[in-house]
């Protein structure tokens, strides 16, 4: 039997925390017994989690003696982490156990600094706040979840899920962990990365203080993007040269504005594919893209699955009665 350390902080989320309750704690094996041993550790006996509040069993103290360590995210990610949390963190890698980090975890763990130089994962919406704060990071956000050997990230909610799946997978092996994901009410291994669900290209807030020089630019891309936009129509309604256009979005987005356009694109897609039972070509042509085969190519790259897998697993119940063509 293994030993699971689940670490509560104030301010975790309960359901990452949970969630590695549930999973590692129904792991039948073939002798009967249970393959792990969990406990809840914490810096108080009482932990605040949102509208909860969450009873710890151990302190810190017992980290660097567990197998395995799992840090569940928190609410506020610009909060610091209390330094003896990421002092025991240290001594516990420094001992050899495994630590594994769900959703924003992530965070704690770069705090820490067990990140620096690997590649890890956390919740595509906290995406960028974490590249800024940790630069040393290799963050990918089009996964469910990364393995790095002694050090284990996975993306946001339910991807944790995945991760502890995949944990029991690599300890106890197939057969194990598909009992597990059956008590869990879900597949051993998802298809696709957490890119499927990223909200592409959003228009920017649009409130005091948070407007920028491209926002009405932006807006008339997310208007415009089904037409036959090319870089140079984009230039003349900007009022700007191609290559001052080209500086700015990159300043201000990361991306050329075709990448922008492309990404519009395909989250209008995504949009028609939820809540229409339109046909993929059909959606392909409505949104801008010139040809079936780029749509799927595009749609692939930026979501991490093919169109028709992004419908089933996303539309509604009210998307299966006809509509009009």
Request: aromatic share 6%; with cysteine.
């Amino acid at each position: 039997m293994r030993t699971v350390a689940i670490l509560a902080v104030s301010d975790v989320i309960a359901y990452d925390l949970s969630l590695a309750v549930e999973v590692f704690e129904r792991v039948p094996l073939r002798t009967g017994g249970n393959g792990y041993a969990v406990q809840v550790c914490g810096t108080e006996p009482l932990v605040a989690a949102g509208p909860l509040s969450i009873g710890t069993d151990h302190g810190l103290d017992v980290l660097p003696e567990a197998d395995l360590i799992i840090v569940p995210g928190c609410h506020d990610v610009t909060v610091e982490t209390p330094p003896d949390v990421l002092a025991a963190l240290r001594t516990a890698y420094d001992a050899g156990t495994q630590i594994a980090s769900i959703c924003t975890g992530a965070f704690t763990l770069a705090a820490a600094g067990l990140l620096d130089g690997r590649r890890a994962t956390t919740h595509w919406a906290a995406a960028d706040h974490f590249r800024a704060a940790f630069p040393a990071v290799d963050l990918d956000t089009d996964v469910l979840y990364v393995d790095e050997g002694q050090i284990l990230t996975s993306a946001g909610a339910s991807a944790g899920l995945d991760l502890c799946l995949h944990i029991v997978h690599r300890d106890y092996g197939a057969s194990i962990a598909a009992a597990a994901a059956k008590l869990a009410v879900a597949p051993v291994h998802r298809s696709g990365g957490q890119a499927q669900f990223i909200v592409r290209n959003q228009l920017p807030a649009n409130t005091i203080g948070e407007r920028t020089e491209l926002d009405d630019l932006l807006e008339w891309i997310e208007q415009n993007a089904h037409t036959e936009l090319t870089l140079a129509a984009i230039a003349e309604r900007a009022a700007m040269s191609i290559r001052t256009l080209n500086r700015r979005f990159q300043a201000e987005t990361g991306q050329t504005p075709m990448q922008w356009v492309t990404g519009v694109r395909v989250r209008h897609a995504q949009e028609l594919l939820e809540s229409t039972s339109l046909g993929v070509e059909r959606i392909g042509r409505d949104v801008g893209f010139t040809s079936a085969a780029n749509f799927r190519e595009q749609f692939r790259r930026l979501s991490g699955v093919a169109p028709l897998m992004y419908r089933n697993t996303f539309r509604g119940r009210e998307a299966d009665y006809p509509s009009a063509s």
